[in-house]
């Protein structure tokens, strides 16, 4: 299945959305640089998705504001070390690869820096020739198609030579990599980590588990699209790159079923929200599948399936915003960063949560 580009009824054109209207004033030293030692020790913003109430809490009591029957759904994807920084074969000339989506074995859509002289034909070596990939053709945005030649597993080679692709407003190393994965990661293949999932322990879900809430898993894998900026003014015109997703039939059993019993449908992320919406029923029911998704949720869209969502403070003006201002109300939402400023909470990857119910 394929998702859908949603578009905006026509009697909004007169007054479309403008990308500049989910722009907000965020210091520079709430950027959180760094993730907290203890995962579940991240502060936690209550929002009421109807009347905009706040309160504040502590990740750790995440589990007070889930009920049995409910389901707890997330993204089980793993990053890949995807950043890759080699040599231009002849010339030395440093290259740095982001490798995006697999198209087969050994060819990978990437992107390229600099890449203005890497034209088909040209190779690139990595580890002192552990790796070679040579460019094929350029596609969208730039990008290039690339075929890589290496000895043994893919996988192996590339947890050698790769690094974690960190956000850009992250400035500091990683000491360890695993931080910026989820503890559930299972499914190799994302370029950036579903960072709501970041939160959670082993312990803490054992204890939601415990409560009566089910676990259930969806795969996306998180490409740059998701983060990149918005270029148009006028929201709608925005187009979102696809990104690939699993939801198979243990899961989608789960999610009908706590629906039909009452149960509320709790998405952790956004990127499990897209998972949910894309594949959704006009009735909230789902059903197992896995495609691509391009769907780009921002007001006025009506949810069909997420009834509350774990989510981390999103970038200014970026889709994420746009789709938790969808699931509650522009307003609630601005309000609600406001809080979070004056309240010193820490934002973006490695920041606080909010959980808007």
């Known amino acids: 299945m394929r998702g859908k580009h949603f578009s905006v009824p026509c009697e909004r054109k007169v007054t479309a959305l403008k990308t500049s209207d989910f722009y907000y004033d965020l210091p520079k030293e709430l950027i959180a640089q760094t993730p907290l030692s203890d995962r579940a020790s991240s502060r936690l ?9 706040i309160s504040h809490s502590q990740f750790y009591h995440i589990e007070d504001y889930l009920t049995p029957g409910d389901c707890l759904v997330l993204n089980d994807t793993k990053v890949i070390p995807a950043r890759l920084i080699g040599e231009k074969v002849g010339t030395g000339a440093r290259i740095e690869f982001l490798l995006l989506n697999r198209k087969s074995e050994r060819e ?3 992107i390229l820096k600099p890449g203005k002289k890497c034209k088909p034909g040209v190779k690139v070596s990595f580890g002192g020739g552990k790796l070679v990939a040579e460019i094929k053709e350029t596609v969208n945005d730039g990008n290039r198609i690339v075929c890589f030649e290496y000895e043994g597993l893919f996988e192996n080679v590339l947890d050698e030579l790769g690094e974690m692709p960190l956000p850009p407003y992250i400035t500091e190393k990683l000491e360890d ?7 559930y990661s299972k499914n190799s293949g ?31 894998h998180v490409g740059l699209g998701t983060f990149r900026p918005v270029k148009t003014d006028d929201v709608e015109n925005h187009k979102m790159h696809s990104e690939f997703y699993v939801i198979d039939s243990d899961t989608a059993q789960k999610i009908n079923s706590a629906r039909q019993n ?21 009735d909230g029911t789902v059903t197992a599948s896995s495609g691509w998704t391009d769907i780009f949720i921002y007001p006025p869209y009506k949810f069909k399936c997420v009834d509350s969502l774990i989510t981390n403070f999103h970038l200014p003006e970026s889709t994420l915003l746009m789709l938790v201002s969808a699931f509650s109300s522009k307003e609630n939402i601005m309000r ?20 808007i119910q």
């Open 177 to 183: 990599k695993e931080r910026y994965q989820t503890v």
């Open 45 to 53: 913003l209550i929002l009421g998705r109807e009347d905009g109430s």
């Open 336 to 355: 609600a960063y406001e809080e979070a400023v004056r309240e010193k909470y820490r934002f973006f990857s490695f920041g606080d949560a909010m959980l």
């Open 108 to 110: 990978w859509e990437v």
């Open 190 to 220: 994302s370029a950036a980590a579903p960072t709501a999932g970041l939160h959670f322990t082993k312990e803490l879900l054992a204890k939601i588990e415990a409560k009566g809430v089910q676990i259930a898993y969806v795969t996306l």
């Open 262 to 282: 009452g149960g509320k449908i709790v998405a952790v992320g956004t990127t499990s929200t897209r998972v949910l919406e894309t594949v959704a029923k006009p």
